[in-house]
Antibody
Framework: QVQLVQSGAEVKKPGASVRVSCKAS????????LHWVRQAPGQGLEWMGI????????TYAQQFQGKVTMTRDTSTSTVYMELSSLRSEDTAVYYC??????????WGQGTMVTVSS | DIVLTQSPGTLSLSPGERATLSCRAS???????LAWYQQKPGQAPRLLIY???IRATGIPDRFSGSGSGTDFTLTISRLEPEDFAVYSC????????FGQGTKLEIK
């Protein structure tokens, strides 16, 4: 079945970086764009950016430019999201999600990133 | 950027009642690119409605969506116990934006 499986929870200190992975299976990886969405505790969903799984092109939300880097490895059908210069405000659950013309139809299970000294 | 404002923030209803959730956009958007998601605690969002009114695969017909331009509505005709969750709207026509969510709680 179509699924996105994310890497496990992370605890980082302020100023560090974190990389979260999202492995796709059950479909042709290069045929769909993938997104990253974050959700701070008790808050709504916030779109971070998109990666073209085929060409690797990316577009980031303005508030994340210079802070996030999204990459992909077509050999393993995996996308990565790296967040730098972590602050306590970056504590959140991070989701990857597949885009179709019908919205975000498949989501990863989420990865909790905690930033704490 | 397009801002989506959902109301109410919290809706308290009983099973069997009808729920009406609103999503208002800061500028007109194509209804083709308006979606609704359901999210339960500790779970990822689930796609309910896309194209403003089309139910996603496996979504019961008690869920319906409507609207155009700047005003969109998600209606749950008769609430089941499993429907109590947070609902978020999303536009994906001009970049991507989510509303802040409406929490549907048991009264």
């Amino acid at each position: 079945q179509v699924q996105l499986v994310q890497s496990g929870a992370e605890v980082k200190k302020p100023g560090a970086s974190v990389r979260v992975s999202c492995k796709a299976s059950g479909y042709t990886f290069t045929s769909y764009y993938l997104h990253w969405v974050r959700q701070a505790p008790g808050q709504g969903l916030e779109w971070m950016g998109i990666i073209n799984s085929s060409g690797g092109y990316t577009t980031y939300a303005q508030q994340f430019q210079g802070k996030v880097t999204m990459t992909r490895d077509t050999s393993t059908s995996t996308v990565y999201m790296e967040l730098s210069s972590l602050r306590s405000e970056d504590t959140a659950v991070y989701y990857c999600a597949r885009e179709t013309s019908n919205g975000f139809d498949v989501w990863g299970q989420g990865t909790m990133v905690t930033v704490s000294s | 950027d397009i801002v989506l404002t959902q109301s109410p923030g919290t809706l308290s209803l009983s099973p069997g009642e009808r729920a009406t959730l609103s999503c208002r956009a800061s500028q007109s958007i194509s209804s083709s690119y308006l979606a609704w998601y359901q999210q339960k605690p500790g779970q990822a969002p689930r796609l309910l409605i896309y194209g403003a009114s089309i139910r996603a695969t496996g979504i019961p017909d008690r869920f319906s969506g409507s609207g155009s331009g700047t005003d969109f509505t998600l209606t749950i005709s008769r609430l089941e116990p499993e429907d109590f969750a947070v609902y978020s709207c999303q536009q994906y026509g001009y970049s991507y934006t989510f509303g802040q969510g409406t929490k549907l709680e048991i009264k």
